[in-house]
Each structure stands twice: as structure tokens, then as C-alpha cells.
């Protein structure tokens, strides 16, 4: 499969625990985006990479919340002191391009329950 | 700030019927605006796209329409299938952030009636 692979599929953690999941884009794609999706909702933006560089982050990335993507590969997202209300579907994206809106490839997304 | 809202948010129609789903932006500098089908337990993709410079586009039975100056854009699908049945999103990316990041509606569940 050489679409948009996330790691792991689900994971259960309790209340104030740290998870971290991981996102390998489509290998040509500089571009890589992070949303959290709740039941019943669409996909909440929460960052943005070009390549390496972190260039956007939402008001929704509390300081617990950290993104990295080292040599513009893959991407982790890390959660610290985990909430109940971080609870979601958390989705990577990538695409190609500098400027402007291009095609998004989704992942499967990594489900947090949060107990 | 930049928002999207989708109507209506669950759709029934009978397979065969047309199916018009739509969207209202907020951001007047929003040029590219992607629709995603989301089956359950699955990832978004992407059925269909439009930029601003177009006012409609068409593949085979779907087809996006845009109007720029009241800041609305719809998914129309004909002939529709029970495989249709899914949640749709329409999404909208701003000029101004030039990131290309998608700010995305409500959804809307469809559901195609055999």
C-alpha cells in the first residue's frame, strides 16, 4: 500500500498517560497536516509541515499537544497528560505543492479512547 | 474566522434518485474547495474538487457547482447507488494562509435506499 500509513490503528490509555502516534506520507508529498476528528464531526485542522518545518498550528494544539517530523518524512503527534476530551479519531494528510489548496491524501487515522 | 457550514446534515433518498448536497463558506479568499466520501470506519477520500476560476465540474455522476459571489458551492449525484451510501464533507482552503489546510463541514450522512 503507498498511500498515507498511521500508526497505531487504536489506542486505549488512561487519563494523564502520554501516547504518541506516527504518520508516513506518501513518499513525493512535502506537505503533511494533522486533524482530529470527533464523532459526528468533520476533520478539525490542528497542523501543518512544508517538508520539515512546522509552519501552522490551530488554537485547538494546546501546549500539551507536539508535532514533529524530522528530515520532512514521517511525522509523530505526541499527547501528554492525556483528557478524557482528547478522546478522537486523530488523521495525517499529505500532498504536494507550495501554494494554495492541492489533493489531500488521508491516513486511516489513529483512534485515542481516553479512559 | 474561517468557517464552513454544510446542509443538510442526513440525506435519504431512493437508489436511482439525485442526491444535492451544500455548502456556505466564510473566508472570501477561499479558491480551492474539495469534496471527501467517508465510509464508516474508513479515511476520507476524494471524490471530487473545484477551484474558483470554475464555476462547475462533472465526473461521470457527480458534479460540483461554485458561486463565488454568494459563497456557496454543492454536490449533486445522479443516478444514485446503495454504494453511495456514506458521509459526505465538503471542504474550503484559503488563499491566505497559502497552506493549503481545509477547513471542513459538518458532514452530511447519506443514506441510498435500494
Known amino acids: 500500500d503507498t498511500g498515507v500509513s498511521q500508526n497505531p490503528r487504536h489506542k486505549i490509555t488512561k487519563r494523564g498517560q502520554n501516547v504518541t502516534f506516527r504518520c508516513d506520507p506518501i513518499?513525493?508529498?512535502?506537505?503533511l497536516y494533522w486533524y482530529r476528528q470527533t464523532l459526528g464531526q468533520g476533520p478539525e485542522f490542528l497542523t501543518y509541515f512544508q517538508n520539515e518545518a512546522q509552519l501552522e498550528k490551530s488554537r485547538l494544539l494546546s501546549d500539551r499537544f507536539s508535532a514533529e517530523r524530522p528530515k520532512g518524512s514521517f511525522s509523530t503527534l505526541e499527547i501528554q497528560r492525556t483528557e478524557q476530551g482528547d478522546s478522537a479519531m486523530y488523521l495525517c494528510?499529505?500532498?504536494?505543492?507550495?501554494?494554495?489548496?492541492?489533493?489531500?491524501?488521508f491516513g486511516q487515522g489513529t483512534r485515542l479512547t481516553v479512559v | 474566522g474561517e468557517n464552513v457550514e454544510q446542509h443538510p446534515s442526513t440525506l435519504s433518498v431512493q437508489e436511482g434518485d439525485s442526491a444535492v448536497i451544500k455548502c456556505t463558506y466564510s473566508?472570501?479568499?477561499?479558491?480551492?474547495f474539495p469534496w471527501y466520501k467517508q465510509e464508516l470506519g474508513k479515511r476520507p477520500q476524494l471524490i471530487i474538487d473545484?477551484?474558483?476560476?470554475?464555476g462547475e465540474k462533472k465526473d461521470q455522476r457527480i458534479a460540483v457547482t461554485l458561486n463565488k459571489t454568494a459563497k456557496h458551492f454543492s454536490l449533486h449525484i445522479t443516478e444514485t447507488q446503495p454504494e453511495d451510501s456514506a458521509v459526505y464533507f465538503c471542504?474550503?482552503?484559503?488563499?491566505?494562509?497559502?497552506?493549503?489546510?481545509?477547513?471542513f463541514g459538518q458532514g452530511t450522512t447519506l443514506q441510498v435506499k435500494p
Open positions: 513518499s513525493e508529498h512535502n506537505r
Open positions: 473566508d472570501s479568499a477561499s479558491n480551492y
Open positions: 473545484i477551484r474558483s476560476n470554475v
Open positions: 471542504a474550503a482552503s484559503s488563499s491566505r494562509s497559502n497552506t493549503g489546510k481545509l477547513i
Open positions: 494528510a499529505s500532498s504536494r505543492g507550495t501554494r494554495g489548496g492541492t489533493e489531500a491524501f
